[in-house]
C-alpha cells in the first residue's frame, strides 16, 4: 500500500502513526490516574496534606464523600476528634428539619389576673420560650405596648418567667475559664442583647500595674466586681478572664490589658438575663408612670407567675435568619438556644440516628461546639452534613457561608488547638460533595487554613495536587 510514496513519504506516515499511539497511550495513562487519584480511599492528596498537618504531632480526620454518598477520600475518618464550631452546622440541620424554616420564638407578657381599670391585681410576667435574639429595643416596644394598653398600676412583682428551659444555663462539659466571658455565656429561657455585656479598663502608666476598671455597658443586677487586672505588654491584645458564670454575685477579673490603650474593651457574659430583663423592664414603666407595689424578680425567686391574660407579645425573625447569622458569626448563644429549642442532645441524636447516621460515632454534649467533651469522626460529620442537608431541601447549605466563586459552602470551629472546616463543595463536573476536616494538637504557628484551602482547591479540581511540605 506504500507504493509509489517513495522513502520520505513512508517515513512522515508511521511519524504520524506513532504520534496519534502516542496520544492516545497519554490520555489513557491520564484517565487511568485521574480514576486511580479519585478512587483512592487515602489519595495522594490527601496523603500531602496529612503530612503537612501531622508532620508536628497534630490529629487529623477527613472524610470527603461523591454525590450518592460513597466515599471519594478519607483519612482517619473514623477516629472521633473535638469538632469545636463545626458542631453549629449540625444543629442548624436538626432545626431546619425538627422546627421548620418558619419557626419563631415568642416572648409573652401578661398578668396573673386580667388588667381591670388600667390595674393588675397581681405579678406582670415576661415569660421567654429562649429566644437568642431578644434586645433592650424590644423590651422598650413591649412596654410601649402595655402602657398603650392602660396598664397604669401593678399590686405585685414584674417576675421574669424563663422555666421554658432548664436552670442549669451552662453545659456542665464548658470550662470554667469559658463562662465568665462573652462567648462563653449561658443560655437562658429569657436571653438579653445576646447575654453580652461590655467592660471598660484603663491600664496603668507601665507593665504590671493595676488596670482601673471603667463600669460595664449594661446595668447587670446584683453584680459585685471583683478587679485584679493587670497591665500588660503593649499591643497585647484582650488577656482577660472574666470568672462568674450563671446566676453569680460576685464576678472575678483577672488577667491584663495592653499598655497604652484607654478604655480597653472585653466581653463578659451576663450572669442573671432573666433578671437584667425583669429589671430594665420594670425601670421603664416606672418611667413611664406606672406604679408598681413590688420589686423585680424572676420564677427561681418567687411563684405564682402563670399568665391569665396575654396583654403585649414579641416574635423573633424566622429560624432561617437567626441560622444564618448563627453560622456567619459563630454565635454559641444562638446555637446553643436553638439546640435547646429543637430537643437538645436526645433531639439531636434522634434526628440523625433516623437519618441511618451511626451515632455511636459521636459524643454531643451541646450544640454551640463549646465544650471539649463533644466528639465526632470525619465520616459521620460529613454523612450528617450531606444527610440534612438532603432533608432540608439543600436550605442547609444555602444558609452556609459561601466562597470560591460560590462553589464552597462551609462552616469553621477553632479553639486552642483544634481547627476544622466542613461543608459542601461543587466539583468541576458539577457534582456536589460534602466534606470534614478536623484537626486536633495543632502545634502553634502552623497555618492550617491555608493548608485547608490548598487541599479544597485540589477537590475542585482548581490544581493538581498540594504543595509538597516543606
Excluded at 114 to 128: A, F, H, Y
Excluded at 191 to 214: L, S, V
Excluded at 303 to 326: C, K, N, Q, V
Aim: proline letters at 4%.
Amino acid at each position: 500500500f506504500c507504493l509509489g510514496w517513495g522513502a520520505d513519504g513512508v517515513t512522515r506516515f508511521f511519524m504520524k502513526v506513532v504520534a496519534q499511539v502516542v496520544f492516545v497511550l497519554a490520555a489513557l495513562v491520564a484517565l487511568a490516574t485521574a480514576w486511580w487519584w479519585w478512587s483512592q480511599d487515602d489519595t495522594e492528596m490527601v496523603d500531602v496534606f496529612v503530612a503537612h498537618v501531622e508532620q508536628n504531632g497534630a490529629a487529623l480526620g477527613v472524610a470527603v464523600l461523591e454525590g450518592d454518598g460513597e466515599m471519594l477520600a478519607a483519612h482517619q475518618s473514623h477516629i472521633g476528634l473535638i469538632p469545636a464550631s463545626t458542631l453549629k452546622a449540625l444543629t442548624v440541620g436538626v432545626a431546619l428539619n425538627r422546627l421548620g424554616d418558619d419557626f419563631r420564638f415568642t416572648t409573652r407578657i401578661g398578668g396573673t389576673v386580667p388588667l381591670r381599670d388600667g390595674e393588675i391585681e397581681g405579678n406582670l410576667v415576661i415569660q421567654g420560650s429562649g429566644d437568642p435574639s431578644l434586645t433592650l429595643e424590644d423590651l422598650v416596644k413591649l412596654a410601649e405596648e402595655l402602657v398603650d394598653r392602660g396598664v397604669a398600676h401593678i399590686q405585685g412583682d414584674v417576675i421574669a418567667d424563663a422555666s421554658a428551659y432548664p436552670e442549669n444555663a451552662a453545659s456542665d462539659h464548658w470550662n470554667w475559664g469559658d463562662v465568665g466571658n462573652a462567648y462563653g455565656a449561658g443560655v437562658y429561657g429569657i436571653n438579653i442583647e445576646r447575654n453580652r455585656y461590655q467592660m471598660r479598663f484603663n491600664p496603668g502608666e507601665k507593665e504590671g500595674a493595676e488596670a482601673g476598671f471603667a463600669g460595664a455597658s449594661l446595668p447587670v443586677p446584683r453584680v459585685e466586681w471583683r478587679n485584679f487586672v493587670l497591665t500588660g505588654p503593649a499591643g497585647s491584645g484582650d488577656g482577660v478572664v472574666v470568672y462568674g458564670g450563671p446566676y453569680a454575685r460576685v464576678v472575678e477579673l483577672r488577667g491584663t490589658v495592653p499598655l497604652g490603650e484607654p478604655g480597653f474593651i472585653v466581653g463578659g457574659g451576663i450572669t442573671d438575663p432573666p433578671l437584667l430583663a425583669a429589671t430594665v423592664l420594670y425601670n421603664m414603666l416606672r418611667e413611664a408612670g406606672v406604679e408598681i407595689a413590688g420589686r423585680p424578680t424572676t420564677n427561681r425567686e418567687t411563684t405564682h407567675f402563670e399568665i391569665a391574660e396575654d396583654l403585649a407579645g414579641h416574635h423573633s425573625p424566622p429560624l432561617t435568619e437567626l441560622a444564618r447569622h448563627m453560622l456567619a458569626a459563630s454565635d454559641n448563644v444562638y446555637a446553643q438556644s436553638i439546640f435547646i429549642r429543637s430537643g437538645g442532645k436526645p433531639g439531636f441524636l434522634d434526628y440523625y440516628a433516623n437519618q441511618g447516621i451511626n451515632i455511636r460515632e459521636m459524643r454531643i454534649e451541646d450544640g454551640s461546639g463549646l465544650a471539649r467533651a463533644n466528639t465526632i469522626t470525619a465520616a459521620t460529620m460529613a454523612a450528617c452534613l450531606r444527610a440534612a442537608n438532603a432533608d432540608s431541601g439543600g436550605k442547609l447549605r444555602e444558609l452556609m457561608a459561601s466562597s470560591m466563586d460560590e462553589r464552597r459552602s462551609s462552616k469553621g470551629g477553632a479553639m486552642s488547638a483544634v481547627r476544622g472546616d466542613v461543608g459542601f463543595l461543587t466539583a468541576d463536573s458539577g457534582e456536589e460533595l460534602t466534606y470534614a476536616v478536623m484537626a486536633n494538637s495543632l502545634p502553634a504557628g502552623l497555618d492550617f487554613w491555608a493548608l485547608q484551602g490548598e487541599f479544597l482547591q485540589s477537590l475542585l479540581g482548581d490544581n493538581p495536587k498540594p504543595s509538597e511540605p516543606q
